[in-house]
């Protein structure tokens, strides 16, 4: 089974650690299918852009990025893997301060995702976050908030009880409210992303120091 690589959402507190959409499996084509030549040059390219950037290459990374991106935007345009290729092109940005250059790549990405995938899809929860995530890198945090609200929504419909994805997104919106200066509101999504992840990981874990960081630098504000 091949996969495509997940759309990141990262939080933007200090010390949170990023996590990905999980991959949507794709079918490996059958013995008399032969893969596209597109579909080669593109896994090819992503695969070195990944390496690049195990290496902190970065600008490497996004140099094979656009290339995959324009690879797609010739020979198929409209699929999951050119909504995935837009998203990591936006994400190598990210990291080099070009969030304003990410910014179009995340909103083409989303909306490519909720034409193809109807109704709720983890592609357009993780979308939906990414774009906010850089409206607020941007200074944007009200702008970021009703799409923070909106993937939490969509993730508790996908992920019923306890998911390390919605006690994620509990916290990047409830980093979004501090930042509007509504703490009062941001205390209570902060102690249930603690709450959850302390049952999900037992012991010591980042996540779970990561939720503690997080709620006490609201309780100090």
Not at 6 to 19: E, M, Q, T
Not at 97 to 102: I, N
Not at 171 to 197: C, F, H, I, K, Y
Request: net charge neutral; aromatic share 4%.
């Amino acid at each position: 089974m091949r996969f495509i690589r997940g759309l990141v959402v990262a939080l933007l507190l200090p010390g949170s650690p990023s996590w990905a959409v999980p991959d949507e499996p794709i079918p490996e084509p059958s013995a008399k299918e032969e893969v596209p030549d597109w579909k080669r040059e593109a896994e090819d390219l992503e695969a070195r852009a990944a390496k690049a950037e195990e290496k902190q290459d970065l600008a490497t990374a996004l140099e094979l990025r656009q290339a995959a991106v324009k690879v797609l935007r010739e020979k198929h345009p409209e699929s999951p893997e050119m909504a995935s290729a837009l998203s990591q092109a936006a994400s190598t940005l990210c990291p080099l301060s070009r969030e304003a250059e990410a910014l179009p790549l995340y909103k083409e990405s989303l909306a490519m995702c909720r034409r193809i995938f109807n109704g709720d899809h983890v592609y357009v929860a993780g979308g939906l976050g990414n774009l906010a995530l850089t409206l607020s890198s941007l200074g944007r945090a009200a702008e970021a908030l009703p799409l923070h609200e909106e993937s939490l929504a969509m993730l508790r419909r996908l992920f019923r009880g306890d998911h390390a994805k919605v006690a994620e997104s509990l916290g990047n919106l409830a980093n979004t409210l501090r930042v509007l200066g509504r703490a009062a509101e941001a205390l209570p999504l902060l102690d249930e992303s603690l709450a959850m992840r302390r049952r999900l990981f037992k012991g010591d874990h980042r996540a779970v120091a990561t939720s503690l960081d997080n709620l006490a630098s609201v309780l100090k504000s």
